[in-house]
């Protein structure tokens, strides 16, 4: 079974602060006398659920062609539960009663229930959301070597209240070895996620050498 765990991409998508929102401008029209409909999309390459890359904070860093495949698998992932409101952190002692996920999972995601606010207060969701503390990736690296990506139901590990702190995580979690990818503004609403293993599939929208990329994210179970 294939769960939809990507948020699909509109002009009404949330955006972080100062992300150019996604324009449609129609080139062809059948009302102007064109034989078809056709239309030019732009968007930016961190709109909606989407992966960060090393190039997207490290000089030199991988790209989206050189890190992953058409279709990339990350497998177990695990989906835990820490509860947050507002500009919260999440900080290390936070993952302590979830050892257990942590250490045996390619793909690690967090719910915070943030998720609920996409749709009811997406201004809140984009602007006052939680974040990851920066000392977080250097605990997951200690816990588990074969950690790739951290995904999480907030639109950005970082906080536009303090962008030094979420510059910081980015560059903790992408630049140091091994690098752990990190899909942001994931859909965890689906209740199965919690608990049991399951597979990430994500199939990136344009697949070239970009720092990051929105994705079509599926959680496969069996």
């Not at 279709?71 to 989906?79: G, I, Y």
């Not at 993952?95 to 207060?121: C, E, I, M, S």
């Not at 990736?137 to 070597?145: H, K």
């Not at 979420?166 to 690098?179: S, V």
Request: net charge negative; proline share 10%.
């Amino acid at each position: 079974m294939l769960i939809p765990i990507s948020y699909p991409l509109n002009r009404g998508t949330p955006l972080y602060p100062g992300t150019e929102p996604l324009t449609i401008i129609p080139t062809k029209s059948l009302a102007r006398g064109d034989p078809e409909e056709e239309s030019r999309i732009a968007f930016s390459s961190h709109a909606g659920t989407h992966i960060d890359l090393p190039r997207h904070f490290c000089p030199g860093g991988g790209t989206v062609r050189a890190l992953l495949a058409p279709e990339a698998v990350f497998a177990p992932a695990r989906c835990i539960e820490i509860s947050r409101t507002g500009e919260e952190p999440i900080r290390i002692h936070d993952l302590l009663p979830h050892l257990d996920a942590v250490r045996n999972a390619r793909a690690l995601f967090v719910k915070t229930g943030n998720g609920r606010l996409r749709g009811t207060d997406p201004e809140a969701y984009a602007k006052r959301h939680p974040w990851v503390h920066h000392e977080v990736p250097g605990f997951l690296r200690m816990q588990n070597p074969a950690l790739r990506l951290f995904g999480i139901d907030t639109i950005s590990i970082a906080t536009p209240a303090n962008p030094e702190e979420g510059r910081e995580a980015h560059r903790a979690f992408l630049c140091n070895h091994p690098h752990i990818f990190l899909l942001e503004d994931v859909d965890l609403s689906y209740g199965r996620l919690l608990g049991e293993p399951w597979i990430l599939r994500l199939y990136p929208v344009v697949f070239d050498d970009l720092e990051g990329v929105p994705v079509v994210a599926l959680a496969e179970f069996e």
